[in-house]
């Protein structure tokens, strides 16, 4: 029978291991390559061929008249000739690229803006409130002001996204700091972190799950901003972009155009949350053992 000494270094040990296992992530078993292809692709697609049978069906119990509801071939052949001739490659770079610099320059000015209201009380109890305003204040109701003061160029598009992008990635942060439990600053502060180390090494990874949603409502809120822009201001100096595209639809009255523009604008949307999004939102999870949404 062992004895007492002996026993409780082999009960710590045990002990210790335990808690090892506890705190090690238990990662689900990997989805087979097939299995993600069924879960992942096939349902959005199945919805996809549900609403055409639908539109289909309405078309032809002809309920509204051809030019409020075109035939889904009709729509096909519209965005079957920009393919053709190249032009939907045109539209789709003019707005990708401009929502994505936009989305970039709002993470640069929003992220150490999130920072500052949610450390600094002074600054929340400031300008707090007028975030959260900003963020419900449609984007549409800044193309004028941003025409006027800019003129009909870049520079009041670009205007105009990062006042829809920046208040979603600040309030973001703040949402994400905010939820941070207190001992970790106060680790932080007892091994020596200044403000900046402990802003980049506790703060902001352990306020990520927060910090990446406000990054996806930044990026929705850009994607929306840039295509109130782009029907507003036109110019032949800003080239044609989705909106554009839309807007040319709605003067024409071709509603073949228009709801071919509308699918390539929801097409980008889906796009980039699958691709940049939704691997991200894996990852973080994934690294902090919430397996089981994935």
Partial sequence: MPQPDQAAPELDEAVGAGLDRLDTPTGARPASLRRRFVRGFLPPVGALVLLVIIWQILWAAAFW??????????????????????????????????????????????????????????????????????????????????VIWFGINDAAIYFVVLLGSVPSIANGLVSGIDQIPPILPRVGKVMGAGRFAAARHILLPAALPGFLAGLKQGWAFSWRSLMAAELIARSPSLGVGLGTYLNDGSSYNSMPKVIAAIFLILFVGVAIELIVFRPLERSVLRARGLTASL
């Fill in 65 to 146: 008249p051809e030019t409020t509801l075109p035939a889904p071939l009709d729509v096909w052949a519209e965005f079957w000739s920009t393919v053709t001739d190249g032009s939907v490659f045109g539209f789709i770079w003019t707005s990708v690229h401009r929502a994505a610099l936009g989305f970039a320059a709002g993470v640069v000015i929003g992220t150490p803006l999130g920072i500052l209201v949610a450390k600094v009380r002074v600054v929340r109890a400031a300008i707090g409130p007028l975030l959260s305003g900003l963020q419900s204040l449609p984007s549409v109701a800044w193309v004028p002001a941003a």
